[in-house]
């Protein structure tokens, strides 16, 4: 005899193979994402479909009579489910432990976002431009509506049983691709253990714990829990078949792709614990599908992320913000999370570069979730049949159980947590030594650094141009100033670095130079530039019309947006140019240029300007010195990570940005020519986007290596 093996066991054999062979070959597997791709645009083949036929036969079938008790019942038992999520949400800022943080510049901070779109996510202008382009919400209305009409409509038996033997067809396509599963999981599976690199997932390793902790209690026990206190239907038997869908959901990230297992799940349980109302079995064709319209609670547990970057950056939320938080984001959560997401960011006023972190940790927390909302999908749909059928009940000791379990649950695995951050993670800060560890990229050319100023030789031929008397020494001279985070800097091994150093390296190989870098005063430095101590500036500096005047500057590289650098606790006070100007006796810190001080004086004209030479000095004063430090967002985010107590805040509208160019000490055309000519090609070429993702974004700030591989680091068999 030839036994077969369950689906479940195949899946999971699936899973493991996978695993195991990301881990052997690591990056190798990369091929495999597009099976994986393949298995899952699979899967969502017949969901819209699916989605569109059971809701308006589903819905057409009912009396009037039914589809009010099912708006306001299964409405009801979906704002328990919601309630419910809300509390693991609530509770989970009790585990944080104590953090400091800051992170480099984001473009998030001066890019002017959408507002969510409600209506042409849910009005369906032309329903087959919906269909077409997988507008979900906007489908599901239309089938709700056509579903809702057809109640009232003489004769509609034939059109409802055509509808059903299509959906019958659409069940035995979904079922033949499942059982692809396997093989579309051992994708998955093997791609992402083989390509997901740990040390991405460090920064927010607490928020990760929690949120898989969370996720499973909400998975496993709350929502599964709270459907046996109140059904016939037994906690394990539910648990049993649902695992397929619940696995599937994980591993692809995808609720969509299982709601026709789900649907069949909740009738077959239906079918076997409810057989006095053979009515209810049809239910969850109609509930599962018009759920998906509305937030689950998976989506409802990511606001928990909104809590985590409060903590992260240190901006606190009261509880009115809380509960405001759950009324606002369960309504945004309507639409797409990512959307969503730095809308509630920016809504609490957190800074919106956390919004980086929320994208690293979709990685892994889109299957959570997709698994949470899987089981929330399923819970919903006994739930609201068991209610429609009447066999719904409430029995003292069954909840009272339920409760009790869930309370001790929630004190165990919240607890735990609070005590193993406390002792485990120390929660050192590690920003600057991020920052101030970081290499140079490019090491092209021999180079002098001279730290206290240079006093060179003048060339012998000064009638010749500046280029042609550059290659004829041999060596180009690049003025820097020693501070000008992130262009120009010292690291803690003593090497200078940055963004202006790498390019200028890359300039002197280019000319067949050496390098000789001479240390600049801000203050003197067009003097120093004009007396010949230097051929060329770069180090961050921005091209204002004064400037111009002075000296001769190469066309513009790069632009800066204008900012202010606040104490953390300050930071609400300059989100809006409307609140920065009802701040009464305003003292700002500009830096000692014409232009800030005119820029600032113009913006703000009450507001008493105290120039500042040295922006460390300044962050070493504290709040004595001044309300706020008027600097660019690039430069502030890399001085906030050496001093994490400040934030770095563009206030809306922004103020607009300042350009940044090198001048050169000679007028010469012939250098200026060569020099424009020379970053139009570094553009086009990807390196100046290169060094700035490096420089400005701290992409890639600490160095990684291929993917750690058995086949590689442990058997050798390949470099």
């Excluded at 190989?509 to 770069?538: H, N, Q, W, Y």
């Amino acid at each position: 005899m030839r036994l077969r093996m369950s689906l479940s066991k195949q899946i999971l054999i699936g899973l493991l193979l996978g695993v195991a062979t990301g881990l052997f070959l690591g990056e190798m597997v990369s091929p495999l994402r597009t099976v994986a791709e393949i298995f899952i645009q699979l899967l969502q083949m017949t969901v819209l479909p699916y989605v569109t036929v059971s809701l308006i036969s589903g819905l057409g079938s009912l009396t009037l009579r039914q589809a009010r008790m099912m708006l306001t019942r299964v409405g009801g038992l979906l704002l328990l489910l919601w309630a419910l999520t809300f509390v693991m949400v609530f509770l989970m800022p009790w585990a944080f432990p104590d953090w400091e943080s800051a992170s480099f510049f984001s473009t998030s901070l001066v890019e002017t976002r959408e507002p969510l779109d409600f209506v042409g996510l849910y009005i369906p202008s032309n329903p087959f431009h919906s269909l077409a382009n997988n507008v979900v919400p906007a489908v599901v209305l239309f089938s709700v509506f056509l579903g809702l009409a057809l109640i009232r409509v003489e004769n509609k038996d034939l059109l409802i049983g055509w509808l059903g033997v299509a959906a019958k067809a659409i069940n035995e396509v979904t079922h033949f691709i499942v059982r692809l599963t396997p093989i579309g999981l051992f994708a998955i599976g093997a791609h992402i253990a083989g390509t997901l690199r740990v040390e991405e997932l460090e920064r927010v390793q607490v928020y990760l714990i929690l949120y898989g902790a969370s996720a499973l209690l909400l998975m496993l026990w709350i929502l599964p829990g709270l459907v046996s206190a109140l059904t016939p239907v037994p906690y394990k038997e539910l648990l049993g078949l649902s695992r397929d869908a619940l696995i599937t959901a994980f591993m692809t990230g995808n609720l969509f792709v299982v709601l026709p297992i789900l649907s069949q799940t909740g009738k077959d349980l239906i079918r076997r614990h409810i057989p006095d109302h053979p009515d209810a079995v049809a239910l969850p064709d109609v509930i599962v599908p018009a759920s998906f319209n509305f937030p689950h609670a998976g989506k409802i547990l990511t606001l928990s992320f909104i809590l985590f970057a409060g903590w992260f950056s240190d901006v606190s939320l009261s509880l009115p913000d809380k509960v405001r938080l759950f009324f606002t984001g369960t309504l945004s959560f309507f639409g797409s999370v990512n959307v969503a997401a730095p809308y509630l960011l920016d809504l609490f006023r957190i800074p919106i570069d956390t919004f980086q972190l929320f994208l690293a940790t979709s990685v892994v927390n889109a299957r959570f979730g997709s698994g949470i909302a899987a089981m929330h999908t399923l819970a919903l749909a006994v739930l609201g049949a068991s209610a429609l059928s009447g066999a719904l009940h409430f029995q003292r000791r069954k909840v009272v159980r339920f409760a009790t379990i869930t309370l001790a649950l929630l004190l165990v695995v919240f607890g735990g947590f609070r005590f193993f951050f406390g002792r485990v993670l120390a929660g050192d800060y590690t920003k600057d030594k991020l920052l101030l560890g970081m290499g140079p990229l490019h090491k092209s050319v021999p180079e002098v650094i001279h730290r206290d100023g240079f006093r060179p030789l003048p060339d012998a031929d000064r009638q010749s141009s500046l280029l042609d008397r550059i290659r004829a020494r041999g060596v180009l001279r690049v003025g820097y100033f020693p501070a000008a985070l992130p262009y120009a800097f010292f690291n803690s091994r003593g090497e200078l670095v940055g963004f202006d150093i790498d390019m200028a390296q890359l300039l002197a190989k280019d000319l067949g130079t050496s390098l000789e870098f001479v240390a600049l005063e801000p203050a003197g430095a067009m003097d120093a530039l004009r007396a010949g101590e230097c051929d060329i500036i770069m180090t961050g500096f921005a091209l204002t019309p004064e400037r111009a005047a002075e000296a001769a500057f190469c066309d513009s590289h790069m632009r800066e947006n204008t900012a202010f650098v606040v104490f953390d606790h300050r930071r609400d006070d300059f989100l809006t140019w409307d609140s920065v100007h009802s701040i009464e006796h305003l003292r700002l810190a500009v830096p000692d240029l014409p232009y800030y001080v005119a820029k600032m004086r113009e913006e703000l004209p009450d507001a008493e300007l105290i120039p500042v030479r040295s922006i460390e000095e300044f962050m070493k004063e504290g709040s004595d010195a001044a309300d706020a430090l008027v600097l660019s967002a690039e430069r502030g985010s890399a001085w906030c990570l050496l001093y994490p107590n400040y934030s770095v805040v563009v206030p809306r509208p922004s103020a607009g940005s300042i350009p940044l160019a090198y001048p050169i000490s000679d007028t010469d055309p012939v250098f200026i020519n060569f020099l424009n000519a020379w970053l139009e090609l570094k553009k086009g070429d990807g390196t100046i986007q290169s060094l700035y993702d490096h420089w400005i974004l701290g992409k890639d700030a600490q160095s990684g290596g291929p993917r750690w591989c058995v086949i590689r680091d442990v058997l050798h068999w390949t470099d």
